[in-house]
């Protein structure tokens, strides 16, 4: 029998359908085209019906326990749900805005003096972005060491660790006073932050089934946007602070800020847990479901052998899988043109303000709105897709409004303020909206802990690489048109959107492959080669 695409769906989203554990099972084996059910597996009335066609086996095999079994199991899924959106999904959306702010909070110390006081300035005014630019280099190479160490100490402890590390190393900028100091201690921030993002797409990816990942990310990613509509703010009022002794009123900017850091990082081990087997705020009952429901996400080899991911042993070979991934590459090149912009929004928008006749100040309080809207618009995206089933093909239309932003106000001139604003909702929604697509598109078609603990780490570590360019190319004595800076981020969002096209028409090709039998030799592997795992466009 020809596999069908309705039969994805059980698999995308195992806890809306209204299977047993076995009787989801023989459902899939049924419609993979195996011929020969075991005896053990059949009731008189499956082997009348096992000359029917698919569909009706489906019918036949379901109905009987649809009503008595979907009620009671999509009560507690809603209530499993609940209860990790309100208990896990707030603290890394927590700890996610203090990353933010602590990495973009050197722009803010710059509008108080932090070039001046560290004699910054050289004949190419390039010493400042130097300093950013090392932070990105030892950020990248920190996520993939970073993502496979989270599986040997538990993310428990790796993620309130990494929180805590680079919230002393940011109150250590406060104390620096030259500018090797400085490229000193933003390096070993960008190590201490790497591995933050991997790590929680990794954890969300042990909670969560691949359908219901997007909303999260939208959910947590949104304190990106709120971190630079907050860190404004806050910046203005800690600088208020004033020169203190030796610390200049910049510095109490990462200090502060650095501290707060620590405490989220502290109070986070206590709310999080290991696993949904271990989470203290499910019952007996709920973490075996949880778990259920994770395994019944997977083929359903790894189901029936009872096996966990938790429980694989390390290989190389699962790495270099990762590593040779074409969807990975795919998925990590259009992530690093968005990222690039996304670095880079937060440089010109005051400027962009500015020209509208705000003093620095108010500019700060009307760059709030921009962020504000992707915000709102970034959860919508994310439950449309959970919805839909889609990523990739959201992103093609997602980022539509960023490239039209960027096309105009690259070309518009320095009359047309008005304009120029206004097209940074474009601008911010369109790009914001399209990272939860595609951070969980990767993760939703890797399957086998470290390959996707790899992949994870890997497309972050080539999108990331976009800092580089973003630190680049709005040099100060560009502005305030940024021409040379807003067409090369409009490039790079037209190469998104065309390497987000390939990424659908590979895994499309993928499944293609699958149903007409090209990985059967791949049956029983359980993980993202076996025929039944079907990737998500």
Same mark, same amino acid.
């Given at each position: 029998l020809r596999r069908t695409r309705s039969f994805a769906s059980p698999r995308f989203y195992p806890s809306l359908y209204s299977t047993s554990h076995s009787s989801s099972l023989k459902t899939r084996n049924f419609a993979h085209g195996r011929a020969k059910v075991s005896e053990k597996m059949r009731t008189s009335d499956e082997k009348h019906e096992a000359g029917m066609m698919d569909e009706n086996f489906v019918e036949a095999t379901d109905k009987p326990h649809s009503h008595v079994a979907s009620t009671g199991d999509a009560a507690m899924t809603r209530?499993?749900?609940?209860?990790?959106?309100?208990?896990?999904?707030?603290?890394?959306?927590?700890?996610?805005?203090?990353?933010?702010?602590?990495?973009?909070?050197?722009?803010?110390a710059k509008t108080y003096g932090l070039e001046t006081d560290l004699k910054m300035f050289d004949a190419d005014d390039r010493r400042y972005d130097t300093g950013l630019a090392v932070y990105y280099a030892t950020y990248i190479a920190s996520e993939i060491p970073s993502n496979l160490v989270l599986k040997k100490i538990s993310p428990k402890i790796w993620l309130p660790a990494l929180t805590i590390m680079w919230g002393i190393v940011t109150m250590c900028l406060g104390f620096v006073r030259n500018y090797a100091g400085f490229v000193a201690v933003r390096a070993i921030l960008g190590i201490t932050e790497g591995g933050l993002?991997?790590?929680?797409?990794?954890?969300?990816?042990?909670?969560?089934?691949?359908?219901?990942?997007?909303l999260r990310l939208g959910l947590f990613y949104t304190a990106a946007s709120l971190s630079g509509a907050f860190g404004g703010l806050l910046a203005r009022g800690l600088s208020a602070i004033g020169r203190v002794g030796p610390q200049a009123s910049w510095s109490w900017i990462f200090i502060i800020e650095g501290l707060l850091t620590v405490? *989220?990082?502290?109070? #986070?081990?206590?709310? /999080?847990?290991?696993?949904?087997?271990? !989470?203290?705020?499910? +019952?007996?009952?709920?973490? *075996?479901?949880?778990? #259920?429901?994770?395994? /019944?996400?997977?083929?359903?080899?790894? !189901?029936?052998?009872? +096996?966990?991911?938790?429980?694989?042993?390390?290989?190389?070979?699962?790495? /270099?899988?990762?590593?040779?991934?074409?969807s990975t590459w795919l998925s990590a090149a259009s992530y690093f043109g968005i990222l690039a912009g996304l670095y880079s929004f937060g440089l010109f928008l005051p400027t962009i303000i500015v020209e509208l006749g705000y003093t620095a100040n108010e500019a700060q309080l009307w760059s709030v709105i921009p962020y504000a809207v992707a915000s709102v618009v970034t959860v919508i995206v994310a439950i449309v897709s959970d919805r839909l089933k889609l990523r990739g093909i959201i992103m093609l239309f997602?980022?539509?409004?960023?490239?039209?932003?960027?096309?105009?106000i690259a070309n518009i001139?320095?009359?047309?303020p008005k304009v120029k604003y206004g097209m940074t909702f474009l601008m911010a929604t369109g790009m914001y909206a399209s990272v939860p697509c595609?951070?969980?598109?990767?993760s939703n078609n890797s399957a086998g802990h470290y390959k996707r603990a790899t992949?994870?780490?890997?497309?972050?570590?080539?999108?990331?690489?976009?800092?580089?360019?973003?630190?680049f190319i709005y040099p100060s004595n560009d502005k305030p048109q940024y021409h040379k800076g807003h067409t090369v981020i409009l490039g790079l969002l037209v190469f998104s959107?065309?390497?987000?096209?390939?990424?659908?028409?590979?895994?499309?090709?993928?499944n293609k492959a699958k149903a007409n039998g090209k990985y059967d030799k791949y049956t029983g592997y359980a993980d993202d080669r076996d025929p039944e795992f079907l990737m998500v466009l």
């Open positions: 209530r499993i749900l609940l209860k990790l959106d309100f208990r896990i999904v707030p603290v890394l959306a927590l700890l996610f805005l203090c990353s933010f702010l602590d990495r973009t909070n050197v722009g803010n993002l991997p790590g929680i797409v990794l954890y969300l990816s042990g909670m969560y089934t691949r359908g219901e990942m997007a405490v *989220v990082g502290v109070v #986070s081990y206590f709310l /999080l847990p290991n696993s949904v087997e271990t !989470a203290g705020f499910l +019952s007996a009952e709920e973490q *075996v479901h949880a778990r #259920s429901r994770l395994h /019944l996400d997977m083929p359903s080899r790894l !189901a029936q052998d009872g +096996s966990e991911h938790q429980h694989e042993a390390f290989q190389w070979s699962e790495v /270099l899988r990762g590593v040779l991934d074409l997602v980022l539509i409004p960023a490239i039209i932003g960027y096309a105009v001139g320095i009359q047309h595609v951070l969980v598109w990767n992949t994870t780490a890997l497309q972050l570590m080539i999108a990331n690489s976009g800092g580089f360019v973003a630190t959107w065309f390497m987000a096209a390939l990424n659908v028409l590979n895994c499309w090709r993928i």
